[in-house]
Nanobody, 129 residues
Framework: QVQLVESGGGLVQAGGSLRLSCAAS????????MGWFRQAPGKERDFVCA???????TYCADSVKGRFTISRDNAKNVYQQMNSMEPEDTAGYYC???????????????????????WGQGTQVTVSS
């Protein structure tokens, strides 16, 4: 089992920055690929950024590319740095974890919501214009 707890959400003005954190517990980072998703009111949950379990590959959606980055440390924390934020970034942000099987490349990243095994409760981000 993996428990994920997000933090760092809040209210920010357009053009500002926020850093989201996701603390993972229950197992080591070994073979855990990570991702961030977001869901605005009345909309489906969308992929934002992903990180391979090896930590050497990242990928972000076109809508946030160049503004958001995903990273991790060795203490089972994953981060999403969000810069140049826009009102369209307003959403609940969710951290997700996938246990990669032994046949998967360590550099794989996952963008599908259905590919992830564990989810956090989410943290709200609101960007004012």
């Amino acid at each position: 089992q993996v428990q994920l707890v997000e933090s760092g959400g809040g209210l920010v003005q357009a053009g500002g920055s926020l850093r989201l954190s996701c603390a993972a517990s229950g197992r080591t980072f070994s073979r855990l690929a990570m991702g961030w998703f977001r869901q605005a009111p009345g909309k489906e949950r969308d992929f934002v950024c992903a990180l391979s379990w090896s930590g050497d590959n990242t990928y972000c959606a076109d809508s946030v590319k160049g503004r958001f980055t995903i990273s991790r440390d060795n203490a089972k924390n994953v981060y999403q740095q969000m810069n140049s934020m826009e009102p369209e970034d307003t959403a609940g942000y969710y951290c997700a974890a996938k246990i990669s099987n032994y046949y998967s490349s360590s550099s794989n990243v996952y963008t599908g919501e259905h590919e992830y095994d564990y989810w956090g409760q989410g943290t709200q981000v609101t960007v004012s214009s």
